[in-house]
């Protein structure tokens, strides 16, 4: 009788509550079986994912396939970018835990500290290219806001710029013109003389026999400006937050929209005849034609000039030229932009001003690349003049309020003189 109950017992139970026996038997092993298939169903949709974006991609066109390449691209230069800004940060926040801000040990920890930061941006701009390098060649000139160490380091910048294959002319002179390069002009070399970190200058020749320079954007920049602003913004954000006092975010605000500017040639080729409109009173200036026929957004065409640069010593006294005159020349061009027209070149550095021998004798100044300028208000202008009057005669009143009134002050930005 017990023997009867008990195996009753034991059926009633199997039927009646199964789960007990299958959370002990049956289910772990369903369960191992299921985990194991996980992976090869996450890895297999990934591949059919692949598969599908991949065939997609190929069979996209070119400005598809590039704003492809340019977004997983900028991934990578995001990553890159937020190693490099936490890297800084933590450096500094490591090397100046707990020191006073005035006392030497500060002082001392800090310039290394610089240093450091400065290289760290330089291989970081190198490594993005592009816009990167622009962003730092402007803050290399920020000389009256950022350290000795950044100024110093990232004047390599100045002379560094992308390098790109040949391939990518014909591909751009296509989306830009419908035709190739050897179409469009009679001869052209694909050895460019000038590079820079938004363009290419080549030499060529048209149909016409006209020697011209051709400047040429490279092919991505303009899919990866905002990704690369937006980039930068949330870096010095994060800097600024982590590190109050060096506030730099200011910075890229105003390199915002000179550098939309200049990636637009078709603007730099109206600032380049209001220039030359703007100085024709000037006999000793020159200002090169563009050519509208053979110039786009992204592709500049103007004329071709031989000369030297305007710090080239050698090369001016090689053409029989003063440097006393050239110097007169080139002081008196930009004084007339900054406190008469108001239309102020805002890159005038050595290998945009170019000297050369005047058919009128004597020596003829040359104004290049002028994708950035400033316009000066009538009010700013005569605060200037009365500024240059104030250090001419060493009337420091008037040196102080004039300053004042356009916003500058002893102290400077807030945090432009830390660790200088």
């Known amino acids: 009788m017990w023997l009867a109950l008990r195996s009753l017992r034991r059926r009633t139970l199997r039927n009646a509550a199964p789960w007990r026996f299958t959370f002990t038997t049956q289910a772990p092993r369903e369960v191992r079986r299921k985990r194991r298939r996980w992976p090869w169903v996450m890895l297999g949709g990934v591949a059919a994912l692949g598969a599908v974006g991949g065939v997609q991609y190929w069979k996209a066109d070119f400005v598809q396939q590039r704003k492809v390449r340019a977004g997983f691209e900028g991934i990578a230069r995001f990553i890159r970018s937020v190693r490099v800004g936490l890297t800084i940060s933590l450096d500094y926040w490591w090397t100046l835990r707990g020191l006073e801000e005035e006392s030497p040990e500060y002082a001392a920890a800090i310039q290394p500290c610089h240093q450091r930061s400065a290289d760290r941006l330089v291989a970081g701009a190198t490594r993005n290219g592009g816009l990167y390098i622009k962003l730092g060649q402007g803050l290399g000139s920020f000389n009256q ?3 000795r160490q950044y100024i110093d380091t990232l004047k390599v910048l100045q002379d560094m710029a992308l390098t790109r294959e040949y391939k990518e002319l014909d591909i751009l002179f296509l989306e830009d013109f419908g035709k190739t390069v050897d179409a469009l002009f009679k001869r052209f070399n694909c050895v460019p003389v000038a590079a820079a970190s938004l363009a290419q200058v080549f030499r060529a020749t048209t149909h016409q026999e006209q020697e011209v320079a051709v400047k040429v954007q490279y092919i991505d920049l303009r899919h990866r400006y905002e990704g690369d602003i937006l980039t930068l913004k ?3 954000k994060m800097v600024a937050y982590m590190h109050p006092k060096f506030t730099l975010s200011w910075i890229l605000d105003e390199m915002k929209d000179t550098l939309a500017e200049e990636l637009d040639f078709e603007h730099e080729g109206h600032n380049l005849e209001q220039c030359a409109r703007d100085l024709r009173y000037f006999p000793f200036v020159y200002v090169p034609k563009v050519n509208w026929e053979l110039t786009t957004k992204r592709v500049l065409t103007a004329e071709w000039i031989d000369g030297c640069k305007a710090t ?5 006294e090689r053409r029989g030229l003063a440097v006393a005159d050239v110097s007169k020349k ?7 932009q900054i406190f008469h027209s108001g239309f102020v070149h805002a890159d ?9 021998q005047s058919p009128l004798g004597g020596a003829e100044v040359v104004l290049l690349d002028h994708g950035l300028y400033n316009s000066l208000t009538e009010n700013l202008r005569q605060s200037l003049c009365k500024i240059w009057k104030s250090i001419i005669f060493h009337d420091i009143p008037v040196l102080e309020k004039e300053c004042a009134g356009l916003g500058l002050s002893k102290e400077g930005r807030p945090g432009a003189e830390q660790g200088r």
């Open 145 to 147: 806001a950022l350290p």
């Open 348 to 356: 005038p550095h050595p290998g945009n001003v170019l000297i050369r």
């Open 312 to 316: 080239d010593k050698q090369g001016i």
């Open 234 to 236: 949330l870096l010095l």
């Open 330 to 336: 080139i002081i008196t061009v930009f004084s007339h």
